[in-house]
């Protein structure tokens, strides 16, 4: 009987030996399998998610353009930090991952506070999924919820949270989140609902981006606002509870209307976006010169003028900063979709006839030549050189002048008769040397009719060049795209620091269009054969700006000229960069300033060289 009793225990412990061992073999399997279909998940899809837009922005970080994803997603970088307002960011912790920081992916007690709500009060009271499980689901998107999903949402988790630290997991978060239609992340969320980058956001605002990515569809505003004002003043509900929010600031934020419409994604400097992305492929991100705030008021500017001076007109304007050449404006047509004003063209780099613009650099070489000064007397008065005789714009003259009058009225025939000495040759090849690309007619060489507008420029290095008059005789090539790498242009000889100056000086007394004030801007206007062109380039120490008002066809434009319909715009493109103008530079070492009386007899008087034939004597 004994040994009865000692056999049963001896062949209950074989059997519990064997239990053991084969619920051992069952969960090294499951391991095994479990190791297994982790394995099968692959590499977690991080390329794919950081895919962007591409967004252009200017020498700020401001938003300029973006450009939709191929499938025509907006997509646009977020960085939590500088990107978003602490207020949303607050709001979106305490709402949707309290314990974001302290857990490792997965958050044990969200999903047992989930499951008891959803037993005891039969419906989802709350979500038990992180921040990062629901970036996991953003990444691998699943069409239905199962225990499956949520166990893999669980497993990708866990391995981004291994990847990534937390602010990098925000980052993607906010970049991915969907907010309805082809809005994802919450940058482009609020440009399009609120109109403005989601650093400062309201309390309204905040509430219902927070809402939106619950359920995107359902709630998104422009289609559903009552769903969406909703589940905003659930939120706000909720905050009000967990002590977030105070029950008056809910009050006021609930009674503000949701907005119903989604605005267009910015479009500034549209001609300098479309050129950066041809320019920089594949970038995510491209920095440009560009200042925003002066870019958009200069298209203002150029649209409200060009609505006043008729439908087909069109107005460009570059504007530059002297020192590096950084572009910090470019309007290259009134309006981006006005297809009556060809408005895709960008006429700022289009080849057009300068008129009287490049009389100062005639005079600059001359006075760098010792061939005249500002205050020598030189004659306004029929005159031919063999075959070309040239006439003022009034088809008047007037006699005996200083120098410095002719050139702030722009007088045709002293100018001809300096370039006459100082050479056409020469001058385009000073002016190409300067970074001024001249387009002369196929077959021509340089004449004397260039002076007055027979040679083709754009604006862009009619303002390059005139930039190098407050420079003191040197210019820089023009910059608008920031590359990392990117070195200091190398400056570009236009003339002597003295001859320079003495431009500037005699163009800063040019008189100035209606109501404006003298002497704050040197300035000179333009307007080339036929009224096909009206021009006006000006400077003052800090910045150039240069303006072409005319028709993007070539056609002619009675009574369009310089003076009336550039020179005004000019003037209010300063007054527009919200600046005071900058004094230009002193006069260098060296510089005579004296009376024509206290010249040199020599430069008293400028007299022509060359066989020339009086009119006025025969």
């Not at 960011?89 to 991952?97: K, S, V």
């Not at 993607?172 to 994802?184: I, K, V």
């Not at 050139?407 to 090849?429: E, H, I, K």
């Not at 236009?494 to 040197?522: E, F, H, K, S, Y």
Request: glycine share 8%; with cysteine; hydrophobic share 40%.
């Amino acid at each position: 009987v004994s040994e009865a009793i000692h056999v049963k225990p001896r062949r209950r412990w074989r059997w519990a030996k064997r239990v053991a061992l084969a619920g051992v073999v069952v969960l090294a399997a499951c391991g095994i399998a479990f190791a297994s279909w982790v394995a099968s998940l692959g590499p977690l899809p991080f390329k794919e998610a950081r895919q962007i837009s591409t967004t252009v922005v200017d020498r700020d970080g401001k938003l300029l353009r973006a450009f939709a994803m191929a499938d025509g997603r907006w997509r646009l970088p977020v960085d939590a930090k500088t990107d978003v307002d602490p207020g949303y960011l607050t709001l979106l912790l305490a709402y949707e991952d309290q314990r974001f920081y302290a857990h490792g992916g997965v958050d044990p007690w969200a999903l047992g506070r989930a499951a008891f709500q959803l037993v005891t009060r039969g419906h989802i009271v709350s979500g038990g999924s992180t921040i990062t499980m629901q970036l996991a689901r953003l990444m691998e998107p699943r069409q239905r919820r199962s225990l499956y999903a949520k166990l893999h949402q669980i497993v990708r988790a866990i391995e981004i949270e291994r990847k990534l630290d937390k602010d990098e997991i925000l980052n993607l978060y906010l970049t991915l989140a969907p907010f309805g239609g082809n809005l994802e992340g919450v940058r482009a969320a609020s440009i399009a609902y609120f109109g403005k980058e989601p650093k400062r956001l309201s309390l309204a605002e905040e509430a219902l981006l927070v809402a939106l990515p619950q359920s995107p569809e359902t709630r998104r505003i422009d289609r559903h606002p009552q769903a969406g004002q909703a589940a905003r003043d659930r939120v706000l509900d909720r905050m009000v509870e967990e002590g977030k929010v105070s029950a008056e600031d809910a009050a006021q934020a609930k009674a503000v209307p949701v907005p119903r419409f989604r605005h267009p994604m910015p479009l500034l400097a549209p001609h300098s976006a479309e050129r950066a992305m041809a320019t920089v492929k594949d970038a995510p991100l491209i920095h440009l010169t560009l200042d925003a705030g002066l870019q958009r008021n200069l298209e203002t500017l150029a649209r409200d003028r060009a609505a006043a001076l008729g439908p087909d007109i069109s107005v460009a304007i570059v504007a530059v900063d002297n020192a590096s050449g950084d572009v910090l404006a470019r309007v290259g047509s009134p309006d981006y979709f006005d297809t009556r004003r060809a408005g895709q063209v960008d006429m700022t780099r289009a080849v057009r006839s300068p008129g009287s613009t490049l009389k100062p650099f005639i005079y600059g070489m001359a006075f760098e030549d010792g061939v005249v000064h500002p205050e020598s007397l030189i004659d306004d008065r029929p005159i031919r050189f063999g075959a070309y005789a040239p006439e003022n714009f009034d088809m008047t003259f007037q006699g005996t002048v200083s120098v410095r009058h002719a050139l702030q009225m722009s007088l045709n025939v002293p100018a001809v008769a300096l370039l006459d000495r100082v050479g056409a040759s020469r001058m385009t090849s000073r002016l190409r040397q300067a970074g001024g690309h001249l387009t002369l007619p196929e077959g021509e060489v340089p004449g004397l009719a260039m002076g007055l507008g027979g040679v083709g420029v754009t604006l862009q290095d009619l303002v390059q060049l005139y930039s190098g008059f407050p420079r003191l005789g040197s210019t820089v090539p023009l910059q608008e795209i920031r590359q990392s790498g990117d070195k200091p242009p190398e400056p570009l000889r236009l003339m002597d620091r003295v001859a320079a100056w003495q431009v500037g000086n005699v163009l800063m007394g040019t008189p100035p269009p209606d109501n404006a004030v003298r002497n704050r801007i040197a300035f000179k206007t333009g307007t080339s054969y036929g009224y096909r062109d009206a021009w006006s380039v000006g400077f003052d120490g800090r910045m150039t700006v240069g303006v072409w008002v005319g028709r993007p066809d070539g056609a002619p434009v009675p009574g369009l000229v310089g003076r009336g319909a550039a020179a005004p715009i000019l003037f209010d493109a300063f007054a527009r960069s919200g600046k005071l103008p900058r004094p230009l530079p002193k006069a260098p070492h060296g510089t005579l300033i004296a009376s024509n009386a206290k010249l040199p007899l020599p430069l008293r008087r400028f007299r022509q060289a060359g066989d020339l034939v009086d009119l006025s004597r025969t």
